[in-house]
């Protein structure tokens, strides 16, 4: 703080009215952004300054603006959530670029994630593929002591960086393949590691690879472009860790 | 004349919900198919109602605002859940969680909902680990602990500082089984706009599909809202973008009570203000008052240095440091509650001593812990907190102390429910932040995410069936009725109206007008003149907003500028409510500071001779003041006092 300056810009930003309608880039100038505002407050001066003019505002998906709920989706400059390294679009400040920078804003790039409206995507595929197997099956109530089973501590901490996936996408639209293997093996990884989840490993890791291939995700090839976008850092050993649990429960049948 | 029944069970306090449960009517499973229960929201308390509903057997809706349930807010929780399992053996039970609570709320609070919540915190804790919630643990493989504001224990589970994440995202795998199963059906992208009364009783909803614009009638034997709370009436607060107050004034215009609006929680360490188009505040997790130590100068000039950036605080010595919270609480220091630390930086920031450029900031420092703990122990400890403080601030809070103020977070008011979570309108429920009913005035740290759960997983499934079990022969009805049609016209109107009126000012520009209004004058301090200023200005820009609000393109398409101004609408109302009853309450309680009420040191005082009661605000109409109904608070377990922090 205190080293607050302000910017001027150009955003070509792409809009597309629906799904089925073909989408271009158009090109806006801000002037005066301030540094210390993140990257979808300079949005709201955009659609602010649209919605002024009497036009339609920029459409994006967001809502906490804190990093964790994992809606803000926008791929910048030809990285989803921007070139910094483990932040989300909201966490993205503007800090990080310069006056008179050109910025690209694209919608998450994929098949799997048709685009609604302007940068706003359907990703309602990964909550299928969590309805397929992704979690324990236990009903509300009747359950032993939560110190019943002890977990090592390592492990609890390996389920815990495997479980902190906020399902953004950005692995999918980082992928040349358009693989969801980063986003389903968190999952797997997670509930693989503890005891409670390992009841139904090798049933759960069968359904989720059976959905996820079902709506059209793409195959790992070990590019790990969805590690080094990840925006909690997953690590790509949980894919390892994925492929493993396929195999095994995979040669068990 | 309308009268307030909380169906509060007889018997002792301790023997109340067991007593409730043994003698509830239940549906049998035959039964459970052939009912529609409609959710409204995915967030904790939502989320693990239409789990636990589901797989009970009923035929669940699920309704959210978000493109997947798990995005709703109760993620962005960050420290943790609190539990009275005692597994630190230190002298943690029940009792002690139940007396904290009501303490922490000050007095304000009904003792069986309280007891009820603090019987229950147990099982959540054990439900959560069976669906695989990584919480932090010790090395022996057991739970870890950790200790937050206005308790002596340690007693909050968490994970990371991700808790709220790690919990919501467990019940939404509890919830996406159910989908699997076919239990629950999922709406997302859906915004309820109204519900469906028939003969009294909740009976449907109303809601917009965001993504067509389309609007679409539900039908349900019974409607559960949980929406969360009305924080966003500020503009700024710790809120997502998203969360709103709307579902809560639709049903409270058709007649369901709105409790204690005015208790509004103001979060003690957030990230301070930064400019005029800053759109959310970020909180920093109260758990880091665990170990970092809040301070100002204790010198003016020291103060008015760094404000003007001549000096920075590693410039000043540890003498002539104010820890103005231990000089202050001596017993609880850094964690006293929320409401009470809040009002203490407001007191030093007022007074001059403020430490950014604005003045309007107090340092979290956590030197001292680093040269206990060492820089690894605290990082594993809070190593996301500080990275998401670094991300936005650009300081890294390893080598500078972190600068913090007090922001709009959480609100205690909601709707009004009895001890079965049932509105004033019968088969229409709240659960969670969106009910009024456990945290008093003022919520502990830790308590939203118990409080959520424990609606959703352990208290609802329970009542609901007690209302449910008279409805068996209640056939399924056709959304044609002319109740559907009408209300449904009702939404269509509104936005028909909203959509003609073509002004000049945007819906986000009247919003930070809302917000400054609320700020000033119903915020951290509030006095007699000020909530009248704030009443008669909210009439104005109300009117404003109706006469001059420009919503761009179409009403039958997507369109977000439209569904802003649906929420602003009931913004508006709520911020009138807030104000209307912070003037009713001629007191200092919890979150609700009135400057006329306070002790010599600058302490909350209470009217407890006239102010013991839940304040249910009843819809007269469009135009009219709402009428005040009470409900008085009966201490039957604990005895009332001064709140004491300092100890």
Redesign the interface.
Known sequence: MGKEKELNITLKVWRQRGPQEKGAFETYQLEGISTESSFLEMLDVLNEKLVKERKEPVVFDHDCREGICGMCSLYINGHPHGKDQEVTTCQLHMRRFNDGDTITIEPWRSAAFPVIRDLMVDRSAFDKIMQAGGYTSVNTGGIPDANAIPIPKPVADEAMDAASCIGCGACVAACKNGSAMLFVSAKVSQLALLPQGKVEAAKRVKAMIAKMDELGFGNCTNTRACEAECPKAVSISNIARLNREFICAKLKD | MATIDSKIPKGPLAQKWTNYKNHQKLVNPANKRKLDIIVVGTGLAGA?AA??LG?LGFNVLNFCI????????S??AQGGINAA?N?QNDGDSVYRLFYDTIKGGDYRAREANVYRLAEVSN?I????????V??????????DNRSFGGAQVSRTFY??G?T???LL?GA???L??Q??KGTVK?Y?RYEMLDVVIIEGRARGIIARNL?TGKIERFFGHAVVIGTGGYGNTYFLSTN???SNGSAAMQIYRKGAYFANPCYAQIHPTCIPV??D????L??MSESLRNDGRIWVPKKLEDAKAIQE?RKTANDIPDEDRDFYLERRYPAFGNLVPRDVASRAAKERCDKGFGV??TGLAVFLDFKYAIQRLGKDVVAQKYGNLF??YE?????NPYEVPM?IFPAIHYTMGGIWVDYELMTSIPGLFAIGEANFSDHGANRLGASALMQGLADG??VL?YTIQNYLADQIQVPRMSTDLPEFVEAEKGVQDKINKLMSIQGSE?V??IHKRLGHIMWEYVGMGRTKEGLETAMKKLKELKKEFWSNV?I??EANT?N??LEKALRLSDFLEIGYLMAIDGYNRNESCGGHFREEYQTEEGEALRQDDQYSYVACWKYTGENSDPELLKEPLDYEETERKTRNYKN
């Open positions: 693990s789990a636990s797989a978000q493109d997947s349930p798990r995005r709703a807010h993620i962005a399992k597994y099982s804790i054990d439900q959560c680990v069976a669906q695989g990584p919480f932090a643990r010790e090395y022996g493989g057991l739970l994970a990371k991700q709220g994440q790690q995202l939404y795998s509890a996406s089984r989908v699997n999922l997302t993504v997502a973008m998203g930064h400019g188009i800053q759109s959310k970020t909180l950036g950014n450029n990275q998401m991300k936005i601030t650009d300081e600068k997983y352990f499934p945007s986000d520009s420009y761009p393109g997507l977000t500028e």
